[in-house]
C-alpha cells in the first residue's frame, strides 16, 4: 500500500482534515476561546431521560438500555457544545438535534473519502460468514409417497419401490403424483426448503449419494430420494460479493468513525455522573 | 405428398398474392424434415412454463407516503427491499423484525400526491424552511414529546382539510424540479435491489384517487427500467396536473406507452371502501355513463385486482352471497375510507371483487368489452415499509399499529358515522406470480396475462387449470401441470374454443399448504355466470376435501374443525390434509351462457394476529375478536365465452 494511502487510513488525519475545514470556518466566524468545560449528568437529569423512555414505552428502561440512555445524553451533550463553540448555532430554527446532526454529516462526508481495500473486505467476509455465505446446492430425484395413499403400508411400499427402481425402472413413473418438480438440478437450499418444507431440505444434507434412500419426510409426505449430487455450503470468493461489502463496509465505517471521533472530543470534558446515576449505568455490565 | 410438392403448393398459392412470402422459394427436398423435431421426450426439456410461484407485496408505503410519515414512519425504500429480501430490520418504533422468509419481490408503491414532503419537513430541509408552515411543523416535531404530538396533529388536519401552502406543496408536485429529482431517486433506489433471478424491485407508485371519501385508488407499476421510468413523473390525483377520474389515470398510461414504448398497468383496491363506485354497472360516480371506451380501457389498463388486504377482505359480502357460509370474511363494510360517509347495502353490489366479475359479463353483453375482466391477488397496503402478512409477525397498517399492547383496543378510525377498531386490520395478503423467471419482464408479464393468484398472507402453491377434455387420468400423471398447459389454460386464462360434442367444461385444481404452514381445509370452485334473463347468478362448490367428511342433507359439507389453542397461540395439523387435487366437471353448463371460474383454498383455522398478541402481552382478547381464523387463496378466473 502506498505511503499516502497509509497516511490516508489513519483517523487521526481525518480529524485533521475535519479540524482543518471547521477552522476554516472558525476564523471566519472568530469563536470565543473557552477553557476545559464540565458536563455533569445529574440524578435528576437521569431521572427525566428515563420517564420520557417510560412515557413511550410503558415501562421503565432495562439497566441496559439505561446505560445506553446516559451515553446517549452524554453523546448529545459533547457534540452540541462543540457545535455551539463552532458558531453552528446561528440559525434560530436549528435547534440542537440538528447541530448533533450537522457534526455527524462532517464525519460522514470525512468518512467517504476512505476506500476500503481488499485485506478488510477478506477480513469482514470471514469474520461475518454467516450473513455472507452461499447455501448448499442440490441435485436430487424424489418419489413421493402420498399418506392419502391407503394401498398397503409404507415400509411395504418402499420395499416395493426399491425393488422395482434396482430393477430398472424409471422413477418418474413411479409413486404418487403431487405438483412439485421430480427433479432439480443444482437447487438452492433455501428453495428446496420453500418448496418442501425446511425438514426434507435439511435431510436431503444427510442422503448419500448416488443411490436411493429415505423415506425423507417432507410438509406433504414422506419421499424416497437420490441425490445426485451436492455441493456444500460455502463462502463466496472476494469477487463475488465484493459490491455488497464495500456497501457493508462503507456502513460500519461510517458507524466506527463517529464512536472514534467522540472518544476524541469527550476529552476535552471533564464528565462527571451523579453517583446513583453511575451506579444504575454500571448494573447493565 | 412429398415436402417439396407441398411447398410448391404453398409457393404457388402465395404467388397469387403480393405477399413477401411469395418471394421465399422453396426449400429442396428433404430440408424441412429435420427442422421441428417435435415434443422431447424428457418432461423437463424445452420447459416453458412456470415450476413454482413468486410471492411478493404489490403495494407497500415507505416514509415517502405522507399519511406514512404522519404517524411516524422513519424507514425509506431501502429498508424496505432489505426487509422483503429477508433481512433483519429494526422497525420506526425500535422494534427488530423479520420476515419467516423472504419474498421473491415487491412494488413499494407511495402516495405520488406530496410524495416525500413530510419526511423532508421532519429533517427541515431549507427550501421548505422558508415556508412558515413547514418551519413551524419541523420545529415541533424536532422537539419531541407533546410539542411533537401537537405537531403531528397540526400536519394531520392541514393536510385532510386541505390548508397546506399551495406553494410549498407545488414543490412536491409533478412540474418541480424537486419532484422529479424525488422520483429519481425512487427509481435508483428501485434498480439497486433489483437482482435478476434472485429478487424483483418493481417501479412503481400508487395515484391516490379519492371522491369525497370514496376510495378508487390504484397502484400503479412498470415493466421497465429506470431509462423509461425516469422519462416520466407519477400521476397524481391533484388538478391541474393530475386527477381523480380513472380516465385520465388510463390516458397518461397511454401516454407513457407511446412516450416510452414501455409498459404499465394499474391495480385497483379496496372497494370495500368506495362506497360503490369502484365497479359501477351503468355510470361512474360523475353520472357518466359507461360505454364501449370504458370498458375497453379499463379491461386493457387493469388486468388485475387486489382482492385482500389490511383494510379488508375484498372477495365476496354475505349480503351479495348469503349462500356463501366463508363470504364474512374480514368485511370492513361501515362506511367509505374516511368514514365520512357511511355505507347502504345498495352500495355492496359495486364494492366486491366476486360480484364486480359478475357485473363484468353483463357489461360486456351490453357494451362489447368486459372491464372487470380481472385477474385477483392479494398484498398488505402497509404503510410500516414492512410487508407483514402472517399472523404470527403483523406489525399493523402504519407505525401507530406497530406491535403493542393496546393496538387491538384504539380505534383505528371513528367518527360520527361509525368507527373501526385496531383489531379490525386484517392479516392479509400477499401475491403469488406463476412467472417462469424472476425477473420484472417475466413477472410483469405473467400479471399481464392474470396467471397470479392472491392469499390471505400463507403461502400455498395453488393451480388451477380448465379445458375441455382433462380426466382423471391426467390429475395422475407424474406432472399433472405439463397436461394442465398442453391441453388447456391456466388461471387467468380463457378457456379454448369448445370442440365439437364437449359436454361442459373440466378443471383440475390442487393446492399445497405451506410447508411451514397450516393444513387445507378444502377447495372450492366459485362459478358465476350470466343467464337466459341477463341476470348475473353465482355459486360455490365444493370440490376437493380433508378428513372423511360428505356434504349433508343442506348440500354443506361440515366444517373441519378448530384446533386453535387460544390461549397459547397455538394450533395442530391434527386435521385438514397437507394437499388436495382434484378433478371436476361442471355439473351445470349451459353453453349459450357466459361464465368464469375461480378456486377459493381454504386453510382450517389458526390463531389470528390478535390472538398472538393477548398471548405475548399477557391480555384478554376482546369479547366481539374472534380468536381464529381460516386463511384462504383466490385463484384468478378463468373465462367461458359462447360462440358468437
Same mark, same amino acid.
Given at each position: 500500500?502506498?505511503?499516502?494511502?497509509?497516511?490516508? #487510513?489513519?483517523?487521526?488525519?481525518?480529524?485533521?482534515?475535519?479540524?482543518?475545514?471547521?477552522?476554516?470556518?472558525?476564523?471566519?466566524?472568530?469563536?470565543?476561546?473557552?477553557?476545559?468545560?464540565?458536563?455533569?449528568?445529574?440524578?435528576?437529569?437521569?431521572?427525566?431521560?428515563?420517564?420520557?423512555?417510560?412515557?413511550?414505552?410503558?415501562? !421503565?428502561?432495562?439497566?441496559?438500555?439505561?446505560?445506553?440512555?446516559?451515553?446517549?445524553?452524554?453523546?448529545?451533550?459533547?457534540?452540541?457544545?462543540?457545535?455551539?463553540?463552532?458558531?453552528?448555532? #446561528?440559525?434560530?430554527?436549528?435547534?440542537?438535534?440538528?447541530?448533533?446532526?450537522?457534526?455527524?454529516?462532517?464525519?460522514?462526508?470525512?468518512?467517504?473519502?476512505?476506500?476500503?481495500?481488499?485485506?478488510?473486505?477478506?477480513?469482514?467476509?470471514?469474520?461475518?460468514?454467516?450473513?455472507?455465505?452461499?447455501?448448499?446446492?442440490?441435485?436430487?430425484?424424489?418419489?413421493?409417497?402420498? !399418506?392419502?395413499?391407503?394401498?398397503?403400508?409404507?415400509?411395504? #411400499?418402499?420395499?416395493?419401490?426399491?425393488?422395482?427402481?434396482?430393477?430398472? $425402472?424409471? !422413477?418418474?413413473?413411479?409413486?404418487?403424483?403431487?405438483?412439485?418438480?421430480?427433479?432439480?438440478?443444482?437447487?438452492?437450499?433455501?428453495?428446496? $426448503?420453500?418448496?418442501?418444507?425446511?425438514?426434507?431440505?435439511?435431510?436431503?444434507?444427510?442422503?448419500?449419494?448416488?443411490?436411493?434412500?429415505?423415506?425423507?419426510? $417432507?410438509?406433504?409426505?414422506?419421499?424416497?430420494?437420490?441425490?445426485?449430487? #451436492?455441493?456444500?455450503?460455502?463462502?463466496?470468493?472476494?469477487?463475488?460479493?465484493?459490491?455488497?461489502?464495500?456497501?457493508?463496509?462503507?456502513?460500519?465505517?461510517?458507524?466506527?468513525?463517529?464512536?472514534?471521533?467522540?472518544?476524541?472530543?469527550?476529552?476535552?470534558?471533564?464528565?462527571?455522573?451523579?453517583?446513583?446515576?453511575?451506579?444504575?449505568?454500571?448494573?447493565?455490565? | 405428398?412429398?415436402?417439396?410438392?407441398?411447398?410448391?403448393?404453398?409457393?404457388?398459392?402465395?404467388?397469387?398474392?403480393?405477399?413477401?412470402? =411469395?418471394?421465399?422459394?422453396?426449400?429442396?427436398?428433404?430440408?424441412?424434415?429435420?427442422?421441428?423435431?417435435?415434443?422431447?421426450? /424428457?418432461?423437463?426439456?424445452?420447459?416453458?412454463?412456470?415450476?413454482?410461484?413468486?410471492?411478493?407485496?404489490?403495494?407497500?408505503?415507505?416514509?415517502?407516503?405522507?399519511?406514512?410519515?404522519?404517524?411516524?414512519?422513519?424507514?425509506?425504500?431501502?429498508?424496505?427491499?432489505?426487509?422483503?429480501?429477508?433481512?433483519?430490520?429494526?422497525? *420506526?418504533?425500535?422494534?427488530?423484525?423479520?420476515?419467516?422468509?423472504?419474498?421473491?419481490?415487491?412494488?413499494?408503491?407511495?402516495?405520488?400526491?406530496?410524495?416525500?414532503?413530510?419526511?423532508?419537513?421532519?429533517?427541515?430541509?431549507?427550501?421548505?424552511?422558508?415556508?412558515?408552515?413547514?418551519?413551524?411543523?419541523?420545529?415541533?416535531?424536532?422537539?419531541?414529546?407533546?410539542?411533537?404530538?401537537?405537531?403531528?396533529?397540526?400536519?394531520?388536519?392541514?393536510?385532510?382539510?386541505?390548508?397546506?401552502?399551495?406553494?410549498?406543496?407545488?414543490?412536491?408536485?409533478?412540474?418541480?424540479?424537486?419532484?422529479?429529482?424525488?422520483?429519481?431517486?425512487?427509481?435508483?433506489?428501485?434498480?439497486?435491489?433489483?437482482?435478476?433471478?434472485?429478487?424483483?424491485?418493481?417501479?412503481?407508485?400508487?395515484?391516490?384517487?379519492?371522491?369525497?371519501?370514496?376510495?378508487?385508488?390504484?397502484?400503479?407499476?412498470?415493466?421497465?427500467?429506470?431509462?423509461?421510468?425516469?422519462?416520466?413523473?407519477?400521476?397524481?390525483?391533484?388538478?391541474?396536473?393530475? @386527477?381523480?377520474?380513472?380516465?385520465?389515470?388510463?390516458?397518461?398510461?397511454?401516454?407513457?406507452?407511446?412516450?416510452?414504448?414501455?409498459?404499465?398497468?394499474?391495480?385497483?383496491?379496496?372497494?370495500?371502501?368506495?362506497?360503490?363506485?369502484?365497479?359501477?354497472?351503468?355510470?361512474?360516480?360523475?353520472?357518466?355513463?359507461?360505454?364501449?371506451?370504458?370498458?375497453?380501457?379499463?379491461?386493457?389498463?387493469?388486468?388485475?385486482?387486489?382482492?385482500?388486504?389490511?383494510?379488508?377482505?375484498?372477495?365476496?359480502?354475505?349480503?351479495?352471497?348469503?349462500?356463501?357460509?366463508?363470504?364474512?370474511?374480514?368485511?370492513?363494510?361501515?362506511?367509505?375510507?374516511?368514514? /365520512?360517509?357511511?355505507?347502504?347495502?345498495?352500495?355492496?353490489?359495486?364494492?366486491?371483487?366476486?360480484?364486480?366479475?359478475?357485473?363484468?359479463?353483463?357489461?360486456?353483453?351490453?357494451?362489447?368489452?368486459?372491464?372487470?375482466?380481472?385477474?385477483?391477488?392479494?398484498?398488505?397496503?402497509?404503510?410500516?415499509?414492512?410487508?407483514? =402478512?402472517?399472523?404470527?409477525?403483523?406489525?399493523?397498517?402504519?407505525?401507530?399499529?406497530?406491535?403493542?399492547?393496546?393496538?387491538? @383496543?384504539?380505534?383505528?378510525?371513528?367518527?360520527?358515522?361509525?368507527?373501526?377498531?385496531?383489531?379490525?386490520?386484517?392479516? @392479509?395478503?400477499?401475491?403469488?406470480?406463476?412467472?417462469?423467471?424472476?425477473?420484472?419482464?417475466?413477472?410483469?408479464?405473467?400479471?399481464?396475462?392474470?396467471?397470479?393468484?392472491?392469499?390471505?398472507?400463507?403461502?400455498?402453491?395453488?393451480?388451477?387449470?380448465?379445458?375441455?377434455?382433462?380426466?382423471?387420468?391426467?390429475?395422475? @400423471?407424474?406432472?399433472?401441470?405439463?397436461?394442465?398447459?398442453?391441453?388447456? *389454460?391456466?388461471?387467468?386464462?380463457?378457456?379454448?374454443?369448445?370442440?365439437?360434442?364437449?359436454?361442459?367444461?373440466?378443471?383440475?385444481?390442487? =393446492?399445497?399448504?405451506?410447508?411451514?404452514?397450516?393444513?387445507?381445509?378444502?377447495?372450492?370452485?366459485?362459478?358465476?355466470?350470466?343467464?337466459?334473463?341477463?341476470?348475473?347468478?353465482?355459486?360455490?362448490?365444493? %370440490?376437493?376435501? /380433508?378428513?372423511?367428511?360428505?356434504?349433508?342433507?343442506?348440500?354443506?359439507?361440515?366444517?373441519?374443525?378448530?384446533?386453535?389453542?387460544?390461549?397459547?397461540?397455538?394450533?395442530?395439523?391434527?386435521?385438514?390434509?397437507?394437499?388436495?387435487?382434484?378433478?371436476? %366437471?361442471?355439473?351445470?353448463?349451459?353453453?349459450?351462457?357466459?361464465?368464469?371460474?375461480?378456486?377459493?383454498?381454504?386453510?382450517?383455522?389458526?390463531?389470528?394476529?390478535?390472538?398472538?398478541?393477548?398471548?405475548?402481552?399477557?391480555?384478554?382478547?376482546?369479547?366481539?375478536?374472534?380468536?381464529?381464523?381460516?386463511?384462504?387463496?383466490?385463484?384468478?378466473?378463468?373465462?367461458?365465452?359462447?360462440?358468437?
Amino acid at each position: 500500500m502506498s505511503k499516502f494511502a497509509r497516511v490516508l #487510513r489513519e483517523p487521526l488525519v481525518h480529524f485533521f482534515v475535519i479540524g482543518f475545514v471547521l477552522f476554516g470556518w472558525s476564523v471566519t466566524h472568530e469563536p470565543d476561546p473557552v477553557p476545559l468545560d464540565e458536563i455533569h449528568v445529574t440524578a435528576g437529569q437521569a431521572e427525566n431521560i428515563a420517564m420520557l423512555f417510560e412515557r413511550t414505552w410503558k415501562r !421503565p428502561p432495562t439497566s441496559t438500555e439505561f446505560a445506553k440512555l446516559i451515553d446517549g445524553h452524554i453523546r448529545e451533550e459533547v457534540l452540541y457544545r462543540e457545535a455551539k463553540i463552532l458558531g453552528l448555532d #446561528r440559525d434560530d430554527v436549528i435547534i440542537r438535534q440538528r447541530m448533533v446532526q450537522k457534526y455527524d454529516f462532517l464525519t460522514d462526508d470525512v468518512s467517504a473519502l476512505r476506500q476500503p481495500d481488499d485485506g478488510e473486505l477478506a477480513a469482514i467476509l470471514q469474520a461475518e460468514s454467516e450473513r455472507y455465505s452461499i447455501a448448499a446446492k442440490i441435485t436430487f430425484q424424489h418419489i413421493f409417497l402420498s !399418506p392419502k395413499n391407503t394401498e398397503g403400508d409404507i415400509a411395504q #411400499r418402499i420395499d416395493e419401490l426399491l425393488i422395482r427402481l434396482e430393477t430398472g $425402472s424409471d !422413477p418418474e413413473l413411479l409413486g404418487d403424483p403431487i405438483d412439485l418438480p421430480s427433479r432439480a438440478e443444482l437447487a438452492d437450499q433455501k428453495r428446496i $426448503s420453500a418448496a418442501f418444507g425446511p425438514r426434507f431440505a435439511d435431510a436431503l444434507l444427510e442422503q448419500p449419494i448416488g443411490s436411493w434412500s429415505g423415506p425423507v419426510s $417432507s410438509a406433504y409426505g414422506q419421499h424416497l430420494v437420490r441425490v445426485e449430487a #451436492r455441493s456444500e455450503r460455502r463462502l463466496p470468493d472476494l469477487a463475488e460479493v465484493h459490491a455488497r461489502l464495500e456497501r457493508d463496509w462503507q456502513n460500519a465505517e461510517r458507524k466506527k468513525l463517529r464512536v472514534q471521533l467522540l472518544e476524541r472530543l469527550k476529552q476535552n470534558y471533564r464528565i462527571v455522573i451523579d453517583p446513583e446515576v453511575m451506579k444504575a449505568t454500571e448494573a447493565a455490565s | 405428398m412429398t415436402t417439396h410438392t407441398v411447398a410448391l403448393a404453398i409457393a404457388a398459392a402465395l404467388l397469387g398474392t403480393t405477399s413477401a412470402l =411469395a418471394q421465399v422459394p422453396p426449400p429442396p427436398d428433404g430440408e424441412l424434415s429435420g427442422a421441428y423435431t417435435g415434443k422431447a421426450y /424428457s418432461p423437463y426439456a424445452k420447459r416453458a412454463f412456470p415450476e413454482r410461484p413468486l410471492w411478493g407485496d404489490s403495494h407497500l408505503h415507505t416514509d415517502l407516503s405522507m399519511d406514512a410519515g404522519l404517524f411516524g414512519n422513519r424507514l425509506p425504500p431501502k429498508e424496505a427491499y432489505r426487509f422483503a429480501r429477508g433481512e433483519e430490520v429494526v422497525s *420506526s418504533t425500535g422494534q427488530p423484525v423479520r420476515l419467516s422468509r423472504p419474498l421473491d419481490w415487491l412494488v413499494v408503491a407511495d402516495h405520488s400526491d406530496g410524495m416525500g414532503l413530510i419526511g423532508d419537513i421532519k429533517t427541515g430541509k431549507p427550501e421548505l424552511l422558508s415556508y412558515e408552515q413547514a418551519a413551524g411543523w419541523y420545529e415541533g416535531l424536532a422537539a419531541g414529546g407533546d410539542a411533537s404530538v401537537q405537531a403531528s396533529l397540526d400536519l394531520i388536519s392541514a393536510f385532510s382539510q386541505g390548508k397546506v401552502d399551495p406553494e410549498m406543496f407545488a414543490l412536491y408536485s409533478p412540474g418541480s424540479k424537486l419532484y422529479k429529482n424525488l422520483w429519481e431517486k425512487v427509481v435508483a433506489d428501485a434498480e439497486a435491489y433489483n437482482e435478476p433471478g434472485r429478487f424483483t424491485a418493481f417501479i412503481g407508485f400508487e395515484w391516490t384517487s379519492l371522491i369525497k371519501g370514496n376510495n378508487m385508488h390504484r397502484v400503479v407499476i412498470m415493466r421497465d427500467g429506470p431509462v423509461r421510468a425516469r422519462q416520466v413523473v407519477p400521476f397524481t390525483m391533484t388538478a391541474p396536473q393530475g @386527477s381523480p377520474d380513472p380516465r385520465d389515470l388510463w390516458k397518461y398510461l397511454t401516454d407513457y406507452e407511446e412516450l416510452t414504448n414501455g409498459e404499465i398497468l394499474a391495480i385497483p383496491h379496496n372497494g370495500n371502501l368506495s362506497n360503490g363506485i369502484m365497479f359501477p354497472l351503468e355510470a361512474q360516480w360523475n353520472g357518466t355513463k359507461l360505454d364501449e371506451t370504458y370498458a375497453a380501457l379499463r379491461n386493457k389498463w387493469e388486468p388485475l385486482y387486489e382482492a385482500t388486504q389490511i383494510k379488508g377482505d375484498g372477495e365476496a359480502h354475505p349480503f351479495l352471497s348469503p349462500d356463501d357460509e366463508f363470504a364474512d370474511y374480514e368485511n370492513w363494510d361501515i362506511g367509505n375510507l374516511d368514514v /365520512s360517509e357511511a355505507k347502504s347495502d345498495d352500495m355492496l353490489a359495486g364494492e366486491y371483487a366476486r360480484e364486480a366479475l359478475k357485473r363484468g359479463l353483463a357489461i360486456e353483453t351490453r357494451l362489447g368489452s368486459n372491464p372487470y375482466k380481472f385477474g385477483m391477488i392479494g398484498s398488505t397496503d402497509s404503510h410500516t415499509s414492512l410487508a407483514t =402478512a402472517e399472523e404470527d409477525n403483523f406489525f399493523g397498517k402504519h407505525t401507530g399499529y406497530e406491535p403493542k399492547s393496546d393496538r387491538m @383496543s384504539h380505534p383505528f378510525m371513528e367518527n360520527e358515522n361509525g368507527k373501526i377498531m385496531g383489531w379490525q386490520m386484517v392479516g @392479509s395478503g400477499l401475491a403469488a406470480v406463476w412467472a417462469q423467471e424472476n425477473t420484472r419482464e417475466s413477472i410483469f408479464d405473467a400479471m399481464q396475462r392474470k396467471e397470479v393468484y392472491g392469499t390471505t398472507g400463507p403461502r400455498m402453491a395453488v393451480r388451477f387449470f380448465g379445458g375441455w377434455n382433462f380426466t382423471e387420468q391426467d390429475m395422475n @400423471s407424474r406432472i399433472p401441470a405439463v397436461v394442465g398447459y398442453e391441453k388447456g *389454460s391456466p388461471m387467468g386464462g380463457d378457456l379454448r374454443a369448445r370442440p365439437e360434442g364437449a359436454e361442459a367444461p373440466t378443471f383440475m385444481v390442487w =393446492a399445497l399448504r405451506d410447508p411451514i404452514g397450516a393444513n387445507l381445509d378444502r377447495i372450492q370452485i366459485v362459478k358465476g355466470w350470466l343467464d337466459e334473463d341477463g341476470n348475473t347468478r353465482e355459486k360455490v362448490y365444493d %370440490v376437493s376435501w /380433508s378428513d372423511d367428511r360428505a356434504p349433508g342433507d343442506d348440500g354443506k359439507l361440515p366444517p373441519v374443525g378448530n384446533t386453535v389453542d387460544a390461549e397459547n397461540a397455538n394450533w395442530t395439523n391434527s386435521i385438514g390434509a397437507s394437499e388436495l387435487s382434484t378433478h371436476w %366437471v361442471d355439473p351445470n353448463f349451459d353453453p349459450t351462457q357466459k361464465a368464469f371460474y375461480y378456486a377459493r383454498v381454504l386453510e382450517i383455522p389458526t390463531p389470528r394476529w390478535t390472538t398472538y398478541d393477548a398471548f405475548r402481552y399477557g391480555i384478554d382478547l376482546p369479547d366481539d375478536v374472534p380468536p381464529s381464523t381460516q386463511e384462504r387463496a383466490y385463484t384468478s378466473p378463468i373465462w367461458y365465452a359462447p360462440e358468437s
